[in-house]
């Protein structure tokens, strides 16, 4: 029976270790990722990283000149914001694979969608996984620290957490 069990272990822990190195090559690959929109009018161009960080902002003609400032603002939004999907878009692409990335959409602004906790939880509360019920009354469930002071129930006096009796 103990080598049935460490048979499961031991292909268990392979597994482990191939998801892993996999997860490792996808995180240095993602670092990588670097998107370039330039507009339609060509007056401004966007390089955005992986995490829809700004890495460069360029004016490849001189057009952005006579542009009026609300014109030229709307121009460089909607660049940034197509060259963060598009990050977002090979981001996801890049671990998919790897099962659903709760709170990432490449529709969404900078690739990020609100996630509830009740949904990245999801999977914790299928059936026949066990989730040990949390303690609604009782000492620290207030909100407040723990009391100072415990009852040591062999004498009745009052020992505080360091052992010491005050």
Request: zero cysteines.
């Amino acid at each position: 029976m103990t080598t049935q069990w460490e048979a499961r272990l031991a292909e268990a822990m392979t597994e482990f270790q191939e998801t892993r190195e996999q997860l490792n090559r996808a995180s240095a690959e993602a670092g990588r990722i670097s998107v370039t929109v330039t507009s339609k009018d060509r007056a401004v161009e966007a390089t955005v990283g992986a995490q829809g960080e700004l890495r460069s902002l360029r004016f490849p003609t001189s057009r952005y000149r006579s542009m009026a400032p609300a014109e030229l603002s709307g121009v460089l939004m909607s660049t940034i914001s197509q060259a963060r999907r598009e990050a977002a878009s090979q981001l996801l692409d890049l671990y998919r694979p790897f099962g659903p990335v709760p709170g990432m959409s490449a529709d969404s602004e900078a690739g990020f969608t609100p996630v509830s906790w009740d949904d990245l939880l999801a999977p914790l509360k299928e059936e026949g996984i066990e989730v040990p019920e949390t303690r609604t009354t009782g000492p620290g469930t207030t909100g407040a620290l723990l009391d100072e002071l415990v009852d040591d129930e062999t004498d009745g006096d009052a020992v505080a957490r360091d052992g010491m009796t005050r």
